[in-house]
């Protein structure tokens, strides 16, 4: 599912570049450095829309899903060591699966409704359907610092300089999050009842502790695909 989110952003910034000065007809991607500079117009098209080069914006999929694969290998562990604690172990082998079926088709219910409006945004949906995620609120009251912090995420009008890891960690709490370390440096955070998008959002710790230049892009976009959040979503409290 997140490379189809990913897919569906991509596809619109796809639609606006124009090769055909390289590439029509297609002989001339043949001539010297035309191929390279057919590649280097397509990749400085997508920086500038979604903030990152192709490159990039996959290497940061791929580090969600192993994210994930191992925080499911983690969970898969602690039932395995619950369960070794029973004494038909054989029953509990089989009863817990269905467990786990239950509670990932009960997850995946809650967040079903989001993911249609992630992915049609991305591609110029009718209007009835940009509108279908009516429960999210429209605003999110914050405090001063977290508003500070969360303008120099999402807006792009302006130089937005670095923002520090425990700053941000520190804006998501003002928000209800909770932070949970998945290994090593991926954190996930889940948002609180009321948020709408009952879904949680990976994000990598930069090593030097400060998000800034491309990685500060990716989180503005991450969050923004995740819980459809823009500069708008914010107020004082």
């Keep these: 599912?997140?490379?189809?989110?990913?897919?569906?952003?991509?596809?619109?910034?796809?639609?606006?570049?124009?090769?055909?000065?390289y590439a029509v007809p297609i002989d001339n991607l043949l001539e010297p450095w035309m191929a390279d500079k057919a590649l280097d117009m397509m990749e400085a098209h997508v920086v500038q829309r979604a903030g990152a080069t192709l490159g990039y914006l996959y290497h940061i999929l791929v580090e969600e899903c192993i994210a994930e694969l191992e925080d499911q290998c983690e969970q898969a562990k602690a039932r395995a060591k619950n369960d070794s604690k029973g004494e038909q172990i054989p029953v509990l082998a089989t009863q817990e699966p269905q467990e786990e079926r239950v509670e990932s088709q009960r997850r995946k219910?809650?967040?079903?409704?989001?993911?249609?409006?992630?992915?049609?945004?991305?591609?110029?949906?009718?209007?009835?359907?940009?509108?279908?995620?009516?429960?999210?609120?429209?605003?999110?009251?914050?405090?001063?610092?977290?508003?500070?912090?969360?303008?120099?995420?999402?807006?792009?009008?302006?130089?937005?300089?670095?923002?520090?890891?425990?700053s941000f960690e520190a804006a998501m709490a003002d928000l209800d999050f909770s932070a949970h370390s998945k290994y090593s440096s991926v954190y996930s955070f889940w948002p609180p009842e009321f948020i709408a998008i009952c879904r949680s959002v990976t994000?990598?710790?930069p090593h030097n502790g400060q998000v800034e230049g491309v990685r500060l892009s990716i989180l503005s976009l991450r969050l923004k695909r995740t819980y459809e959040w823009s500069e708008q979503t914010f107020k004082f409290a």
């Design 109 to 166: 219910e809650k967040t079903r409704p989001a993911q249609p409006s992630a992915l049609n945004v991305a591609i110029n949906p009718p209007a009835e359907q940009a509108q279908e995620p009516a429960q999210i609120p429209e605003t999110l009251s914050v405090s001063d610092s977290t508003m500070n912090i969360l303008m120099k995420i999402f807006k792009k009008s302006e130089a937005r300089g670095a923002v520090s890891w425990v």
């Design 203 to 205: 994000i990598h710790r």
């Design 1 to 21: 599912m997140r490379s189809q989110e990913l897919e569906a952003e991509l596809a619109p910034i796809k639609m606006e570049i124009d090769l055909s000065e």
